[in-house]
């Protein structure tokens, strides 16, 4: 079974300063995907970011980047200079290939506030 | 805006009913998938159909049913509703089903009184 774990609740960062989120996951498959995922307020999952199990480089998107390090089997979204607009609930996610098909394991999300 | 859209955007029900929420994944895709977040539960997959066929079940009540139909879009059909089926239902679609992004839609908000 696949496990993905968000330890922190909630986390509070100042405008223009980075921030961590952690993620750790739990699989058996030799193969898998990670993701990150921004719930506004108002309610939709916008995609930020992915990394493969078998890519040598972390990714990056802009301001996001994942610090993923496969033996400590953690994958944390880091945000560098925040805004006001990135104040939402941040969900990680693996993408397997146990009993077929491509479905998404969630964690429990973190919610971000970021101050002026 | 993800292209995946979702209708209604909102709907408010009683127990015992039935709903249909619908949704149409970005233009290409051929795999649908059905997620449900609840407070208690969390984010949770349901349902994945590539191409009109059934890929891949999580945690779907037996109560819940859903399909694709031949120009892609999906319904998902929720039966005898309870008062913990309140919750917001996204549909999220991809290319061909394996391990690409999920683009997810706007979602479903549905309360059952």
């Known amino acids: 079974a696949q496990k993905i774990t968000q330890t922190q609740p909630g986390m509070f960062v100042q405008e223009k300063e980075a921030v961590t989120l952690d993620c750790t996951y739990d699989?058996?498959?030799?193969?898998?995907?990670l993701f990150w995922y921004k719930q506004p307020s108002s309610g939709e999952m916008i995609f930020l970011i992915y990394?493969?199990?078998?890519?040598?480089q972390n990714a990056t998107e802009g301001r996001y980047s994942l610090n993923f390090q496969k033996a400590r089997k953690s994958a944390n979204l880091v945000i560098s200079a925040s805004q006001l607009g990135d104040s939402a609930m941040y969900f990680c996610a693996m993408r397997g290939v146990t009993g077929g098909g491509n479905k998404l394991t969630f964690g429990t999300g973190t919610q971000l506030k970021v101050e002026l | 805006d993800s292209g995946v859209t979702q209708t209604p955007k909102h709907l408010i029900t009683a127990t015992g009913q039935r709903v249909t929420l619908r949704c149409s994944p970005r233009?290409?895709?051929?795999?649908v998938y059905w997620y449900q977040q609840s407070l208690d539960q969390g984010l949770q997959f349901l349902i994945q159909?590539?191409?009109?066929?059934?890929?891949a079940k999580g945690n779907i009540l037996e109560r819940f049913s859903a399909q694709q139909f031949p120009d892609l879009h999906s319904e998902l059909n929720l039966s005898s509703l309870e008062l913990g089926d309140s919750a917001l239902y996204f549909c999220a679609s991809n290319e061909r089903g394996v391990g690409e992004t999920q683009y997810f839609g706007p979602g479903t908000r549905l309360l059952v009184l």
């Open positions: 233009s290409g895709d051929l795999s």
């Open positions: 699989t058996s498959d030799p193969s898998y995907g």
């Open positions: 990394q493969g199990s078998y890519d040598q």
């Open positions: 159909y590539y191409n009109g066929e059934e890929r």
